[in-house]
């Protein structure tokens, strides 16, 4: 079993400028993680021997994102029971509410936990990932609690005019 606990898989290299976000995330609070090009469609045994591995790998969360026809999240979902948090990348046709939609409306029984369309939607999966794992883990709850307040000490309460 390795010491890394997240999965961050994508469809496609193009959809990496968008979960590079969860990555900066997690490396802002010091949380191992594993970057892999999974693709539903063009990479399907891939996609079948990363998720029947993941529990022995010794992942915790899986952060999958893919835009358009997107059904790498929930294809993950149904091999395994480690939590997956699904990102919608952004499309050229239809902005990525075509992402969202095929990541969002999932059946009982098998969960994505889906986030916001592009770049604010993957840096909330990193944030999400490391909630998870946050419960089990004292210093990095310490150090999400920081980045949390630190946030928050950054909002003006007066807006200026640039
Ligand atoms: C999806 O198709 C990927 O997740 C990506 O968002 C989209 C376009 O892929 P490319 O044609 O840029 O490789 O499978």
Do not use: F
């Not at 915790?60 to 997107?70: P, S």
């Amino acid at each position: 079993m390795s010491d890394i606990r997240v999965g961050i898989i994508m469809g496609s290299q193009s959809d990496w400028p968008t979960l590079r976000e969860a990555a900066q995330l997690l490396d802002e609070l010091k949380v191992s993680y594993e970057t892999r090009i999974v693709s539903a469609h063009r990479t399907p045994d891939r996609l079948w021997d990363y998720g029947r591995s993941a529990v022995e790998r010794g992942l915790q969360v899986i952060i999958a994102g893919a835009g358009g026809a997107a059904h790498l999240p929930g294809m993950m979902a149904s091999k395994t029971r480690v939590p997956v948090i699904g990102v919608p990348v952004q499309t050229k046709a239809l902005s990525g509410v075509d992402s969202l939609y095929s990541i969002l409306q999932m059946p009982r029984g098998y969960p994505v936990a889906t986030m916001a369309i592009g770049a604010a939607g993957a840096a909330n999966a990193g944030l999400m990932a490391a909630g998870i794992l946050a419960l089990q883990d004292a210093g990095l709850a310490q150090r999400l609690d920081q980045w949390r307040a630190d946030l928050t000490a950054s909002i003006p309460e007066v807006p200026c005019d640039d």
